[in-house]
């Protein structure tokens, strides 16, 4: 078989964008296909510790943080860290202009600037429905991600006090603060290399703006009926909603179930 690895995004693919669950069809779908032997990579925005009930369908590879942290069976093989003079200082920084700040270490923690519109925006990504626990300095050995909530006018406040760092919107809401670039196509190079594998051999599903790079990297890509516009345009197949059995009926079209 040509294909020997799958990247899925999670939140909107995996799951059901309506209400979050993971349909019975796409269970059954990942669980062939680990039994199959293929590999089978979980890519999300979520911190490590949201991954597991993922885990329970058979995956052990995942690509979390939107890429700042990558395990294979516990086991760390790709990660950037920013340094916690930066991750300090914007944290003084964004409580002092009243913007959400999330921390991701292998757990998710965030600043004290709770309002609906970041609730919101967790809910929309994260399918969170209560905040997470408030960052202290002792909770974090290392920070792997920082994502802040804010226009793109408010950003301009952060571009011109922090020059160095550099600010990718995955959300109409968030956006990655990054010293070292950070995405799911990067993580997905490390993924590929650790397993000897090559682009060519590799199939991505996805839904959302963060995901565009993952399907532009691999030969096969994928995008859920539920996606967005942009990523549609560059698929190679748009398959039915997350919520209509669209991963399995993706897999199925091209024999892979």
């Known amino acids: 078989m040509k294909y020997k690895i799958i990247f899925f995004d999670v939140d909107g693919t995996i799951t059901n964008y309506k209400d979050g669950t993971i349909p019975e069809s796409t269970k059954m779908a990942i669980?062939?296909?680990?039994?199959?032997?293929?590999?089978?990579?979980?890519?999300?925005?979520?911190p490590l510790s949201m991954c597991g009930e993922i885990a329970?369908?058979?995956?052990?590879?995942?690509i979390t943080a939107n890429g700042a942290y990558v395990t294979h069976r516990g086991t760390c093989i790709h990660k950037t860290v920013l340094p916690s003079e930066t991750v300090n200082k914007f944290t003084k920084f964004a409580f002092q202009e009243q913007n959400a700040?999330?921390?991701?270490?292998?757990?998710?923690?965030?600043?004290?600037?709770?309002?609906p519109k970041v609730m919101k925006a967790l809910y929309e990504t994260l399918r969170l429905e209560e905040f997470p626990p408030i960052y202290k300095a002792v909770d974090l050995n290392e920070t792997y991600l920082l994502c802040l909530f804010a226009d793109d006018t408010e950003i301009e406040k952060?571009?011109?006090?922090?020059?160095?760092?550099?600010?990718?919107?995955?959300?109409?809401?968030?956006?990655?603060?990054l010293v070292d670039e950070v995405s799911k196509s990067v993580a997905i190079k490390k993924v590929l290399n650790y397993?000897?594998?090559?682009?060519?051999?590799?199939?991505?599903?996805?839904?959302?703006?963060?995901d565009v790079d993952m399907l532009e990297l691999v030969d096969l890509g994928i995008a859920m009926g539920n996606a967005n516009e942009t990523l549609?345009?560059?698929?190679?197949?748009?398959?039915?909603?997350?919520?209509?059995?669209?991963?399995?009926?993706?897999?199925?079209?091209?024999?892979?179930?």
Request: positive net charge; glycine residues 8%.
């Open 101 to 115: 700040l999330t921390y991701y270490s292998e757990k998710l923690h965030m600043n004290e600037v709770q309002h």
């Open 232 to 257: 549609k345009s560059i698929a190679n197949f748009v398959t039915k909603d997350s919520s209509e059995d669209g991963i399995a009926l993706a897999l199925k079209k091209y024999d892979l179930i």
């Open 31 to 46: 669980r062939q296909l680990t039994t199959s032997g293929m590999k089978v990579v979980a890519a999300t925005g979520r």
């Open 56 to 62: 329970e369908l058979g995956v052990d590879t995942f």
């Open 195 to 210: 397993f000897g594998l090559t682009k060519e051999e590799a199939i991505a599903f996805g839904d959302g703006e963060n």
């Open 158 to 177: 952060y571009k011109s006090h922090f020059p160095k760092i550099h600010y990718k919107r995955w959300h109409s809401y968030i956006v990655n603060v």
